[in-house]
């Protein structure tokens, strides 16, 4: 009962929102991750803003786990999260996957001195915190493939292992499309393992619920 009374009276509000403000074009709240915003989300809201200046964006930086908890809540209207194992009734729009890769400098690689798959024995590994859904993923791949990594080190955040890994400091477990560059240029390699880390599909999560909010078609549907 509490559920189903909060959509309405979340409906209520917006409604009336709409109408105090009747020339603006309405409202889009978003939730997402840091990174996922850093490197996924801020394309898309420098596109919507200059096609739909009058439209009022609110952002929330949090957990893939808790926006969809605020999908399912109706406090948000779009969510870009990894895909949940159980969609329920929301709607999941995929933007991809990520692919998560072992990276370092080639000075550190040519020290270890070692095969691709003995890294876990011999070099520094930089993980993200234990909390971490991205970890938590990494924790899953190590027990499948009954790896014990001997000297880990963890950060809590994805642009410090970039960072921590061209300092030569040890090897990074980072998702492939934020180090794009770094790989082109050669200031880190990628460590090509006999069997890779399984990839992660992101994607846009919404409620079909009345009123509809055309504003989130808007969104996912732009072509920059």
Request: hydrophobic share 40%; with cysteine; aromatic share 10%.
């Amino acid at each position: 009962l509490y559920d189903s009374a909060k959509k309405a009276l979340n409906m209520l509000s917006d409604t009336e929102r709409n109408l105090r403000f009747p020339f603006n074009t309405g409202y889009l709240r978003i939730a997402s991750s840091n990174v996922l915003c850093k490197y996924f989300l801020i394309p898309y809201l420098k596109e919507f803003t200059n096609l739909y200046p009058n439209t009022d964006l609110a952002i929330t930086c949090t957990s893939s786990v808790e926006a969809c908890s605020m999908i399912e809540e109706c406090s948000i209207d779009l969510a870009l999260v990894v895909k949940p194992e159980n969609l329920g009734q929301s709607i999941y729009h995929s933007l991809g996957v990520l692919e998560y890769v072992f990276v370092c400098t080639p000075a550190y690689r040519e020290k270890l001195n070692c095969k691709n798959d003995e890294i876990f024995d011999y070099a520094n590994i930089m993980l993200l915190d234990k909390d971490n859904v991205s970890r938590k993923h990494i924790n899953n791949y190590y027990a499948k493939n009954n790896i014990i990594p001997l000297h880990i080190l963890e950060v809590n955040e994805m642009d410090m292992l970039i960072e921590f890994a061209k300092m030569s400091i040890g090897v990074s477990c980072v998702v492939k499309q934020f180090v794009k560059e770094e790989l082109e240029t050669g200031s880190l390699i990628e460590i090509t393992l006999s069997n890779p880390i399984p990839p992660r599909e992101i994607g846009f999560l919404y409620n079909d619920i009345q009123p509809f909010n055309e504003n989130i078609l808007k969104f996912i549907n732009m072509e920059f």
